[in-house]
């Protein structure tokens, strides 16, 4: 698709099969929202969830809730729902938990599989808590945690252990090849962790496919599952009965309500379950996955790609550096460029109703979801870019003012 101009934007967007799909979201009126990278916006189905959870099952159903409105199978129906999405089988994925937990336990639980090996690797310019949890947990496991510099990856996996790797690097939004990564840790026996957080909701990809065997994302981004939302976490059918979680709480245990001493875990990765969900999310999840009932993921996945193409087309059209891959197939759901002054510059941005973010040193992100952005919001926010750096209005000293999330 070549875009040129924002009579041809337009038109993209009226012949668009995923158009309709912005119809489910909540977003307010004068907002281009290019977030959804780090925290969805609400769909309509997700509030309505969360009011009648609120409202009937937990103030009239009350404890009774917990059989009555479903509850107690909540997370792993969930679990299920997601698995459809990423390519893998009922049973093989559970929400729970942070991905910075489930990273830990999953590391905890693959060690041990790994044929003796000592240590546990991460890319360098890995997301920061996947990088805190790999040294943490080599500290206490008493391994080597060896944080991998770019283009040292595959050597590492050749040496085994376990490797904790990004799908889609938060920064740069570059993808990996998943089953290049898998088919040297099939030969090495290492183990990957995928960390699924920038790529669930907005890339299509198949776990079994690609032979990959762990993982866990967030489900407040791209799934828009709301601000804390739980992540879920993945295990392949044929290691689940050798994953043994560090942390097994009552929720993971096969008869929770045996209040048995002794731990046996669930056969599925809802063994991976720990303490008592929260509900009140885990509905505002339920509604939100409403929105990708019937959806292709290719479709998703296509428009994203040229999403991004547009936005980087116009990038270089201002002379500005694109810090993501050029490819489509390269790149998972959003654009980064690299530029001085990105804080204030995103502030000026989010004053003209353009909401992107900022990761510091000097990068601006552009999240975008297939299903709410449109080739014309593309167009428009590359003009304001523009129109900001020609003008220098960036610089207004209430632009500088750091909040605390950027
Ligand atoms: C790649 C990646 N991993 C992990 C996280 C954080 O996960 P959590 O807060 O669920 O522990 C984020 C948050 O943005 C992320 O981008």
Redesign the pocket.
Known sequence: MNITTREQAIAADKTDPLAPARDNFILPDGVTYMVGH?LGPPTKAALEAVDKCARQSWANGLVGSWNSAGWFDLAANLGDRLSVMIGAAPGEVMVTD???INLFKLAASALPLTQGARQICVDADE?P??QYIAQSFADMAAIQCNRVEDGGDKAAIAKGGVYIK?AVN?RSGARVDMAGYEALARKSGALIIW?L??ATGVMAFNMHGVGAKLATG?TYKYLNGGPGAP?FIYAAQDLIPNLNTPLPGWMGHAKPFDFNPHYTPQDSAARFASGTPPILSLCALDGALESFDGVDMAALDAKSGALGGLCIARADALGLTVSSPREAAQRGGHVSLQIDNGYPITRALHARGYHTDFRTPDTIRFGFSPLYIRYADVWDVMDALGDLLASGEWDRPEFHARSKVT
Do not use: E, G, I
Request: aromatic share 14%; with cysteine.
């Open positions: 780090s942070t991905v910075s997301f808590t996947d990004s938060y960390d957080s920038h967030c992540s």
